[in-house]
């Protein structure tokens, strides 16, 4: 089973910035899209944005281009989600989701707050 390993979470102040880190030990990191998505009771679950490690494509969600940037570590294993001027609509808790060949795997989440 691929376990994912999730941190970086917390409380920050709007305008604040929060590191989000996903690492997955043991696989081919190359052969894996790592991407992050959030989730609110009011949203529902959203897409932020993803990395394919295999070309370095990168998308993120109109919500936070220009703020979040992700950014792979393949000697690392650690795909990493840079989260800038961060807004109180960002918070919520924050998965880390790898897609190898059509099968997916999460993280345990972590909260991100931003207060006003």
């Known amino acids: 089973e691929v376990q994912l390993v999730e941190s970086g979470g917390g409380l920050v102040q709007a305008g604040g910035s929060l590191r989000l880190s996903c690492t997955v030990p043991g696989v081919n990191f190359i052969d894996y899209a790592i991407g992050w998505f959030r989730q609110t009771p009011e949203k529902g679950r959203e897409g932020v944005s993803c990395?394919?490690?295999?070309?370095?494509?990168?998308y993120s969600a109109d919500s936070v281009k220009g703020r979040f940037t992700i950014s792979s570590d393949k000697a690392n294993n650690t795909v990493y989600l840079q989260m800038n001027s961060l807004k109180p609509e960002d918070t919520a808790v924050y998965y880390c989701?790898?897609?190898?060949?059509?099968?997916?795997?999460w993280g345990q989440g972590t909260q991100v707050t931003v207060s006003s």
């Open positions: 989701n790898a897609l190898y060949f059509g099968v997916e795997n």
């Open positions: 990395i394919s490690n295999s070309d370095d494509n990168t």
